[in-house]
């Protein structure tokens, strides 16, 4: 057999990469959604994000296309609110989170809505995220939000709507694809492609050719 | 991972020149403070007995023998008058009885009594020992009190019979002597390893003022690192007279304020700035020959009253008994043998015969505790513990119950004492201090207004520990709730935060004969919050965690992520590259995001004269501008906040010395690059490739040891010298040469590939593309593999054009790579010589001759002749079929002129002459062999550099010309 070396290269593989940004009230659950989708984990004690944290998870959508989230947790805190507009700026999407469980953070989840369609990118997709399904599932009366409202919100609003649990991974990943679907993908160009591809060294005869790159 | 590579460091920052070490400190005391500030969540309650003990020893021989007895074991307590629960009698008819120990009494031993069955907790029930004796030199001479220094010897006597006394392991953690004051705090193992910022001190008090024939010494020590306790041992201004108690009164302010410790030191090298005071502490402890005597009450009557109790100890023959009697005035009857002792159905308190009841009658003549209630001293929150012992002054030496028999008959009094005081009932007093000095500006203000003055006392003792708040009090055996509330001082607090004391002894011991003093102790149970060392670097660490990232919120700080090109693979803190081989280009993504809120710049730096990046490595940003200058790395790279930075991360093993360096195992491919944050930290990339070895760049003497499964076998180029030969001539070689010769069969016999074939440019197919362009060639890399691996050259995506471009491609790159090349210097050297011989006797021969005259020369060393054959042979097939010999002019042989003078230049010419023709006549066929005989000359040939641009150069040039055309040009012999 002959031997044969995995390049990775895949000539007809199309390759997109995005900026995506979670926003919502602190302790709703973003950074946990986050964790469960770049790293299939969860963390019952989770220290909360300070300023802001980045992470970066490729998934398939078919055997051809790639797309590569850039994810930008934010801290849900008051006192780094002014910084949000850092992060959604340039945002190809966004993943409003609210707390299935608290009414308020629907509300928060909702400001940011308004926010986004006010001042982010005009193109962004915007998924909002129930989080903490898992809550309800034993003690129905712990849910402070009926899903038929959050839907009926996301409708009016033009919005992705999922209701997630980082704890159970329920719905996270159909989350992120269904952003993946949403986005544009005619941008995407081959995996790798560099935009300035370095000027190659000819290899032709040159008696005596020393130094540079290779000593043909 | 190889030792030399250490993995990110999260902890090290970027050391910014800006920040002083003063800074750093300001750090550290912060972080000290922020801890103490969670002393709550890391100490645990403790609880241990510390025993105070005072004894005025008056300078008297033998004293010293006496403290085991008493001070470590506890006993010389008399059932009767030591301050125990009278009735509480425990083998008492064992006990030597006090005449036998009066009589026995001498300086040489102990004078406590034999069989004493009866003691308090001792030995290793104690953890902390604190003692303080007095007059352990004769301070009354006026030698002594004006000696300009301690002498040494008698606070060593005592120490060493404290170290003889105490259970093994106590430790000695506060020592201070001051003339005749020696205090010493001696703990447990396990309490001493606890115990921390201890200070001593000495105050004089006494002539003028601040000689040291009284005063106090004190210590300071720190329990736990949480519980601050205090002992101060001291001998006030003796005397009977009301300036005398005006001076003791003096002594004790004096030595409040004029007692300093040294800074506590908090560790980590964080000292408190100031000094400590007494009343800074959690517990104090004061005891000593405080000198308080009995007022208004005649000396005389308090001795006689005294000694009807005390001369129930004697036997109605006994000499003591005796000399009582009869100061007493009484008759030796029957009825007058137990004059006091009481009825066995009475409460020994309520009995008035019984000596607590005599003692609770002159205790209100006690001056201490007048001065206390007054405000004149130790009124600050001070206690003490129910006096239930007799007077401890003044006893005859050697003697149990026999007060100052001498002229003077000094009055009996309570001198020696044990006050203690906790941080709570010290700012109890504090705070009740300040309501009494706004009472009485009121009450200034209200007598300007020519109002009633209002009672301030009435509000200052209002207080009652037990009402106000404190629990669990009433349980106390110590606490005495039924005595008069004109001594509030020894109430019990409740636990508060600082800890709680429980008084559970406050004896004299009556039966030690050795002073003229009695000793007395007392013992407390305290408990308190000891920090726990565990918790506590827990919490340290979440502190710095904590202040580390306060401190990085506002600081320039970017995420680093790292993605290989295969996405089954997790991104990852390093940059991992797997597999590497020689020429495979493979790349790794790093992302750069700036999340801190400030713009941050970062760029890759040297560090220790290792260069930033490696060469075999390269970094260029994605969309983003080409790398200046001649890095292998970009420029500095600002990001806004929100922003991120796309970085290819590039392994390509293409330079010979680096080839040659990772095939000898020299240099490994790994580094640790510094991706360096302005104003923020460095962050560490560990970076981490593992080679495989190559046939590429070796000798051609190492080649011909592989076997033929490839060079992979080994581990390292150099164990292929260990190896032995296994073929006659690279196996590479070999391939390659063989497969092309295939190749060309192949397309030999396809007359449409032929026409495309010799269409191609001159020189084909030996020419190689850019470096990129190979190194992202798959089928370049599976040939090479095939080689090192020993595996069949396969090329299944490649036509028979394309296959032969490839490998000879690849045999260009196996020759130019090669360490040395197949005719080395010393052997063309040689050859040249022995043709300049021929050409001299005009007898270089034509082409037949002349190759075996070369490969004759070429002999001496077999793999050398056996690799030029493979090469010239191939190449003369190229020759034949890219350019079919089409007309009479090859026939025509070589042209030699060898007319002219030099050999040399005859040389020159017939090569030149050969050109000549060839330019002239134009074939495509001559074309194309010069072609290759150019392209191959510097591959199979060395090179002497010395001869560069020189005429010589010129010359070899040309013969190893001639030599190569005799190979590769198909001339038919002639
Ligand atoms: N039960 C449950 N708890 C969750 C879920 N997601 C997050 N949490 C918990 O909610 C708390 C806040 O989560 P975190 O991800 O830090 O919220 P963030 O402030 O929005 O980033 C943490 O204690 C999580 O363990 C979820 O889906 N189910
Ligand atoms: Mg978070």
Redesign the pocket.
Known sequence: MAARVQTGNRPNAKFAQFKLVLL??????????VLRFVKDQ?????E??IGAAFLTQTITLDEQTTVKFEIW?T??QERYKSLAPMYYRNANCAVV?YDITQASSLDKAKSWVKELQRQANENIIIALAG?????VTDHPDKRAVPTAEAEAYAKEAGLLFFE?????AENVKDLFTAIARKLPLEQAGPRGLRANPRAGVDLRPEPQAQGGGCNC | MPSDIKPIDPGTPFRDPHVSVSAEFNTQRHLAREVLGRRDEYTRAKQIRVKTGSWNVASCAGTEKDIKGWFVEGKGISSLHGGLPIGNKTNDEQVEDVPTQEARASKHESTIPINDAYHLPSNDEIDVYALGLQEIVDINSAAEALRPYNDSAPATRWKEAMAAALPEGYVLVAEQQCLGLLLLVYASPSIASTISSVSTTSVGTGLMGYMANKGAVAARLVLGQTTKMVFVNCHLAAGNDKASLERRNWDVSQIIQRTRFSPIDHGNGVMDELGDYIGEEDFAFWFGDLNYRLSDIPGDDVRRLLLLHTRNEYGQDDKTRQIIDRELKLKEDAKSKDVMAGGEAIEPSMDPASPLTTIASLMIHDQLHAQMRLRKAFHEGWQEGPIQFLPTYKYDIGSVGMFDSSEKRRSPSWCDRILYRTKKHYQYWRQQAKELEKVHKRDEEMKARGLEKENAEDIIFDYDPETDGDDGVGDDPTSHNNESNDTPVYQEVATDSVGSINLEYYVSHQRILSSDHKPLAAIFDIQYNAVDAELKSRIYQDVAKEIDRQENEGRPSVTAIFESQDLHEKPSDGCQFGDLRFFQEKTVLLTVANTSPVPATFEFVQRDGVPAIPLWMRLEIRNGPRNTGHNNFPDPITLQPGDSANIDVVAFVHQAEQLYQFNEGSTKPDAVLVMRVYKGRDHFIPVQANWLPSCFGLSIDRLIRIGKDGVRKQRLDRELDKEVVKSSAPRELFRLTESLEKGLSNIASDPARLEVMRQQNLGWPFVCRPIEEIARDDQSLSIREALDTGSPIELPNANSIEEIELLSETLVLFLSYMSGQIVPLQLWDILSVSLVELEKARRLPQDEQLRSHVLDVLSTSPPASISFTFITFMLSRFVTIMAPVDDALDSAGPLLMLSTPGVQDSILKRARGLSLRDDQRGTRKRQIETAYVERFMSLIFEMDDSLKGTRARKISFDMKKLVLEAFILNRKAE
């Open positions: 919502g009230e602190s302790a709703v659950g973003k950074s946990s959604l969860f963390d019952d004690y989770r909360s994000t947790d801290a849900g989170v989080n903490k399904a898992d809550l997630t649990s980082a704890k159970t």
